[in-house]
T-cell receptor, first 111, second 112 residues
Framework: NAGVTQTPKFRVLKTGQSMTLLCAQD?????MYWYRQDPGMGLRLIHY???????AKGEVPDGYNVSRLKKQNFLLGLESAAPSQTSVYFC??????????FGSGTRLTVV | DQQVKQNSPSLSVQEGRISILNCDYT??????FLWYKKYPAEGPTFLIS?????DKNEDGRFTVFLNKSAKHLSLHIVPSQPGDSAVYFC???????????FGTGTSLTVIP
C-alpha cells in the first residue's frame, strides 16, 4: 500500500540540463497535482490533471511540462533547468478533487 | 496574490496546553478547507477538514473552527504533545475549482 511515490528523492542539475520527475499512485485517483514548496511561499501549484490524458496549468507553470499518459502516473519535466527552479517538489493525488495524498517530495538543486 | 494567509510563521507552546493556529483567506468563493501537518523531509499529511456549511469540526484532540463572515479559520490542538511539533498548512478550495490554495505554513513547537 504505497500511496504516492515520487522518484527521485534528490537531484542536482546543472543550469540548462533537463530532467523528468516521476509520480506514481496506486489508489486509482483521478486527480493528480505537482506543487513546489519554497521558503516563505507555501505550496504553489505547477500543473495538474483531472484524468488520464488531460493536463492543465496551475499558478506557476512556466519552465515545466507535464504528461499523464497513464492514470497512475504523472510526469513533471524541466526542459532547461534554471537556478530559480531549485525547490522541493511534491506530487499529490485525490479522489474527485477532495483532500490530497502527498508523496514524500523531491529535493531539486540547480547549480 | 496570496489567497490563503498564515500570518504567524512560528508558534511555541508548552506540552499539555492549547495550540491555536490561524488562517485567513480572501476569496469568498472558497467553501472547503483543510489542515495538513508536515514533518521535515516528509510530504504533508491530511489532518482535518471543514466545509462552509459547518462552523466547527472535531477529531480527537484537533478542532477546526470556521468564521465565514471574517474569512478566518483556526485549528485548535488540545492538549498539545511534543509529537505535534511540525509545520501546519491550511488550504482552501472553491466548489467549482480544481485545486486547493495553500497558506505559507506555521511551524509549531511543543515544548516538553
Amino acid at each position: 500500500n504505497a500511496g504516492v511515490t515520487q522518484t527521485p528523492k534528490f537531484r542536482v542539475l546543472k543550469t540548462g540540463q533537463s530532467m523528468t520527475l516521476l509520480c506514481a499512485q496506486d489508489m486509482n485517483h483521478e486527480y493528480m497535482y505537482w506543487y513546489r514548496q519554497d521558503p516563505g511561499m507555501g505550496l504553489r501549484l505547477i500543473h495538474y490533471s483531472v484524468g488520464e490524458g488531460t493536463t492543465a496549468k496551475g499558478e506557476v507553470p512556466d519552465g515545466y511540462n507535464v504528461s499523464r499518459l497513464k492514470k497512475q502516473n504523472f510526469l513533471l519535466g524541466l526542459e532547461s533547468a534554471a537556478p530559480s527552479q531549485t525547490s522541493v517538489y511534491f506530487c499529490a493525488s485525490s479522489y474527485s478533487g477532495g483532500h490530497y495524498t502527498f508523496g514524500s517530495g523531491t529535493r531539486l538543486t540547480v547549480v | 496574490d496570496q489567497q490563503v494567509k498564515q500570518n504567524s510563521p512560528s508558534l511555541s507552546v508548552q506540552e499539555g496546553r492549547i495550540s491555536i493556529l490561524n488562517c485567513d483567506y480572501t476569496n469568498s468563493m472558497f467553501d472547503y478547507f483543510l489542515w495538513y501537518k508536515k514533518y521535515p523531509a516528509e510530504g504533508p499529511t491530511f489532518l482535518i477538514s471543514i466545509s462552509s456549511i459547518k462552523d466547527k469540526n472535531e477529531d480527537g484532540r484537533f478542532t477546526v473552527f470556521l468564521n465565514k463572515s471574517a474569512k478566518h479559520l483556526s485549528l485548535h490542538i488540545v492538549p498539545s504533545q511534543p509529537g505535534d511539533s511540525a509545520v501546519y498548512f491550511c488550504a482552501a478550495k472553491a466548489d467549482t475549482g480544481n485545486q486547493f490554495y495553500f497558506g505559507t505554513g506555521t511551524s509549531l513547537t511543543v515544548i516538553p
